[in-house]
């Protein structure tokens, strides 16, 4: 079956250190990859998204993230944290490329800024 | 960017009673719609997935009497909470994916439901 895990259930930075959120999905072919961030009282934003194509992909608010085939692996970086950052982040697949399916969450990874 | 609504971003009601929610995407057509249930502290889960014109599908344990969905134009799908108890109570989120970006989902507020 189809599965995303986040092996960090929270993690604690300092503002400014570099980041790195761990995803790892089970699945028979090559999915849709996705990360959104939801912040306290807020709907869910995509940060970015990797269809095909480059396997390092840009995102929003300075997050990049890379898809590693062999690894089944979408980690989400981010070179210095600032103190906005603090949110829950989700990885997500989806499975079907040619009309809307479900879309699988992971279950989430809380980031904590330290001042 | 695309922008999804829903309404209202919070409501409490008394057992036993139902509960509508909205959801419409402002500034495009939304083919299909989803709506998921966050419990606290934890991710997303599917409940259903709606189709204009066309009943929704249920995910599996998911009570489709309980949870009325109706998708009638491409703006708005509706989530009703018939018959609400305590345990309906709970954090409803719905996205819609806009035709043409597949699989791509953009996501409502989200709604507060009490259940007191």
Same mark, same amino acid.
Request: net charge negative; aromatic share 6%; charged share 20%.
């Given at each position: 079956a189809q599965s995303v895990t986040q092996p960090d259930i929270h993690i604690t930075v300092s503002e400014g250190a570099s980041l790195e959120l761990r995803c790892n999905y089970s699945y028979g072919a090559t999915p849709y990859l996705f990360w959104y961030v939801q912040s306290p009282g807020q709907g869910l934003q995509l940060l970015l998204k990797y269809?095909?194509?480059?396997?390092l992909v840009q995102g929003i608010k300075g997050f990049e993230a890379e898809f590693k085939r062999s690894q089944s692996s979408f980690n989400l970086r981010k070179p210095s944290v600032h103190w906005s950052d603090a949110a829950e982040y989700f990885c997500a697949v989806g499975l079907i490329k040619t009309s809307y399916d479900k879309v699988i969450f992971g279950p989430g990874t809380s980031l904590s800024v330290i001042p | 960017g695309a922008v999804v609504s829903q309404h209202p971003s919070r409501v409490i009601c008394k057992s036993g009673t139902s509960v509508k929610i909205e959801c419409r995407s402002l500034d495009f057509q939304a083919t299909t719609m989803f709506w998921y249930r966050q419990f606290p502290k934890k991710s997303l889960m599917l409940m259903a997935t709606s189709n204009e014109g066309s009943k929704a599908t249920y995910e599996q344990g998911v009570e489709k009497d309980k949870f009325l969905i109706n998708h !009638?134009?491409?703006?708005l799908s509706t989530l009703t909470v018939t018959s !609400?108890?305590?345990?309906?109570?709970s954090f409803y989120i719905c996205s819609a994916g806009e035709r043409g970006t597949y699989n791509e989902q953009f996501f409502g507020p989200g709604t507060r439901l009490t259940v007191l």
């Open positions: 269809f095909s194509g480059d396997t | !009638a134009s491409l703006t !609400a108890h305590p345990e309906d109570s």
